[in-house]
């Protein structure tokens, strides 16, 4: 089955500045690949997805790029702020039919004030 | 989006007693729903996927007769915990996909407490 890891698994960085998580994956077949953000407590809210014909996808301040060959994808979220503070998910799937969703291990981002 | 409603968001229930948690899906159909266990500071785990009309598929690991999972209708999943030890003591979600989109949509969550 399809394995995803993620790192780092804490980021602390100062407000303004620019924060990277990486993912890679292990399933050639995989071709969808979303980002969440988790609040302690709450359900994981998806903030960017990318799909496996695209290099990259960007929204306002965050994007995602994706290297197929090596399997890998990247989180990018430039001039952070406090309330981008909160567990960030990576994903893998085949979107083709119903599949499930397999999580990272999770960043824990602190944007210090 | 489509829009998952889990119930309830929380219980606190004494060991050995049987808890039953329950996932709709409110404006379609969904044949497939998937239940996700996540233990505090941890990532989102699958437990099992639950097929409407057919036996639920459980992922290595998950004990089948203590978590039940009965999806009888298009719209309601259920999931019950049998025998509740403190050990079950987690944070439960299901989710969704729509199969003619690729995004997950995902419940409240349940917190539970066994004691």
């Known amino acids: 089955g399809e394995n995803v890891e993620q790192h780092p698994s804490t980021l602390s960085v100062q407000e303004g500045d620019s924060a990277v998580i990486k993912c890679t994956y292990s399933?050639?077949?995989?071709?969808?690949f979303p980002w969440y953000k988790q609040e302690l407590g709450k359900r994981p809210q998806l903030i960017i997805d990318?799909?496996?014909?695209?290099g990259e996808k960007k929204d306002q301040r965050i994007a995602v790029t994706l290297n197929k060959t090596a399997k890998h994808f990247s989180l990018h979220i430039t001039e952070t702020q406090p309330e981008d503070s909160a567990v960030y998910f990576c994903a893998a799937s085949f979107s083709g039919s119903a599949r499930q969703l397999t999580f990272g291990s999770g960043t824990q981002l602190t944007v210090l004030p | 989006g489509a829009v998952v409603s889990q119930h309830p968001s929380w219980v606190i229930c004494k060991s050995g007693t049987s808890v039953k948690i329950e996932c709709r899906s409110l404006d379609f159909q969904a044949t497939t729903m998937f239940w996700y266990r996540q233990f505090p500071k941890q990532s989102l785990m699958l437990m099992a996927t639950?097929?409407?009309?057919?036996?639920?598929?459980?992922e290595q690991g998950v004990e089948k007769d203590k978590f039940l999972i009965n999806h009888a209708s298009l719209t309601l999943s259920t999931l019950t915990v049998t025998s509740a030890h403190p050990e079950d003591s987690s944070f439960y979600i299901c989710?969704?996909?729509?199969?003619?989109?690729?995004?997950?949509?995902f419940g409240q969550g349940t917190r539970l407490t066994v004691v």
């Open positions: 989710s969704v996909r729509v199969i003619s989109a690729t995004e997950a949509f």
């Open positions: 639950s097929n409407e009309g057919s036996k639920a598929t459980y």
């Open positions: 399933d050639s077949a995989s071709n969808y």
């Open positions: 990318i799909r496996s014909n695209v």
